[in-house]
């Protein structure tokens, strides 16, 4: 099994930022999972924001976050980052980390984190 454990969010002003984090953990995690952020508002699907490699730094992001988003990981921490920059109201979600054991870049996600609220005030 594999736990995935989110901190960071928050409430935030229009323009600022926050950082989300999210531990990995679990006798079944491999530096090999590829890694990712999605987010989801009420009554929507939940849609895939950023994925990052692990040891490889390759990542992919979603259009609406491009050049205000960041991914990282610290391989020695098995933890993923997800820094957000001029953050905006319509990025007010909750926020899902995400593992994928059988990709490079998340495609379908076996383990989940349990969310973190992020909110963007106007």
């Known amino acids: 099994q594999v736990q995935l454990v989110e901190s960071g969010g928050g409430l935030v002003q229009t323009g600022g930022s926050l950082r989300l984090s999210c531990a990995a953990s679990?006798?079944?995690?491999?530096?090999?999972?590829?890694m990712g952020w999605f987010r989801q508002v009420p009554g929507k699907d939940r849609v895939l924001v950023a994925t990052?490699?692990?040891?490889?730094?390759?990542?992919h992001y979603a259009e609406s976050v491009k050049g205000r988003f960041t991914i990282s990981t610290d391989d020695a921490k098995n933890t993923v980052y997800l820094q957000m920059n001029d953050l905006k109201p319509e990025d007010t979600a909750v926020y899902y980390c995400?593992?994928?054991?059988?990709?490079?870049?998340?495609?379908?996600?076996?383990?989940w984190g349990q969310g973190t609220q992020v909110t963007v005030s106007s």
């Open positions: 995400a593992a994928d054991p059988r990709s490079t870049l998340i495609k379908r996600p076996d383990y």
């Open positions: 679990g006798p079944t995690f491999s530096s090999s999972f590829a």
């Open positions: 990052i490699r692990w040891n490889g730094g390759i990542s």
